[in-house]
């Protein structure tokens, strides 16, 4: 069955940094296809972080990650990586990878989306 899922959570302390990844099952991540990462805090909605469109786009949905997370592909192992630097105790969330087939960045949190993964956690905290 294919599936998406995400890895590279864990604890790290105010101002640091973790790496999450993004890898399928069952299918690979094409260069084509765009990949998203979302996170969802605790108390609070599902929000986008960045995007990597099929087409070569970088996409930040907003300005808390602008600076200090950065998405990039590991085009020759399929991976899509979100390197998360200076991380802050707001950044504490469930983090979520997201594949659209078509390439197109999905527009919002609640977009419809041909994968999700189960996420993975990140906690920041001294």
């Known amino acids: 069955q294919a599936q998406v899922v995400e890895s590279g959570g864990g604890l790290a302390q105010p101002g640091g940094s973790l790496r999450l990844s993004c890898a399928a099952s069952g299918f690979a991540l094409m260069p084509y296809y765009a990949i998203a990462w979302f996170r969802q805090g605790p108390g609070k909605d599902r929000e986008g972080i960045v995007c990597s469109s099929g087409g070569g786009d970088i996409i930040y949905y907003g300005e808390s990650a602008k600076g200090r997370f950065t998405i990039s592909r590991d085009t020759a192992k399929y991976v899509v990586h979100l390197q998360m630097n200076n991380l802050e105790r707001e950044d504490t969330a469930v983090y979520y990878c997201?594949?659209?087939?078509?390439?197109?960045?999905?527009?919002?949190?609640?977009?419809?989306?041909?994968?999700w993964g189960r996420g993975t956690q990140v906690i920041v905290s001294v």
């Open positions: 997201a594949v659209e087939l078509t390439g197109a960045c999905p527009a919002t949190a609640n977009s419809t989306v041909d994968y």
